[in-house]
């Protein structure tokens, strides 16, 4: 089923994610509608809290980058070894960052026709359960990691806005606002205040 997403302004988008204590079919609908919804929106990630659901899980697809870049930027953008993950992140934890960070642009499918310069670490190492509550430890680079981090960030309660320097958050005020209101036309189902 392809779900509604809450548009940047929405309460739950705030909220700090609950565990996921065991696999039902409630949970598997709704791992299977998050892909349909992500898929639907032309996404490269979604997670819970922007359907509407306060629990740790979302779920990215960086294949669908990888496949659009030239060579040149595949090695640029993900490493030598990467060539994307299609996966569920299901109670997910970092527990290890890299030092060395770097900054590229984000987007938001709650905060639709924006993007922002956003820095992050280059490498990460995360415990999660997949779709099957199967423990995995990975480690993940690039633009993998990247789309990672940002949808974990979203079962913390945290926008990629919260980590812009003021200045470029003041300078997205008025299109934001936009946002809130639903003054804007999106190719995707939203729900706004």
């Known amino acids: 089923m392809n779900l509604s997403i809450l548009a940047y302004g929405n309460h739950v988008l705030k909220q700090k994610c609950s565990q996921i204590k065991e696999t039902s079919p409630e949970i598997q609908k709704l791992v299977t509608d998050m892909w349909e919804t992500m898929e639907n929106a032309n996404g490269c990630g979604l997670a819970s ?22 060579t040149e930027d595949q090695i640029l953008y993900f490493g030598k070894d990467d060539k994307g993950i299609k996966e569920t992140f299901i109670n997910a ?59 974990y960030d979203h079962t913390l309660g945290v926008l990629y806005t919260d980590r812009l320097k003021p200045l470029a958050k003041k300078l997205m005020e008025s299109k934001l606002k936009k946002i809130i209101n639903g003054n804007i036309t999106v190719g995707y189902p939203m729900k706004f205040l």
């Open 49 to 70: 809290p922007q359907i509407g659901k306060t629990l740790q899980l979302f779920v990215v697809d960086s294949q669908i980058m990888y496949k659009n870049l030239d």
């Open 93 to 151: 934890k970092i527990t290890r960052s890299s030092e060395e960070t770097w900054e590229d642009y984000e987007g938001c499918l709650s905060i639709p026709g924006l993007s922002q310069k956003v820095k992050r670490p280059w490498e990460i190492t995360i415990e999660y359960l997949d779709q099957h509550f199967i423990k995995h430890t990975k480690t993940f680079t690039g633009l993998t990691a990247r789309i990672i981090q940002h949808e």
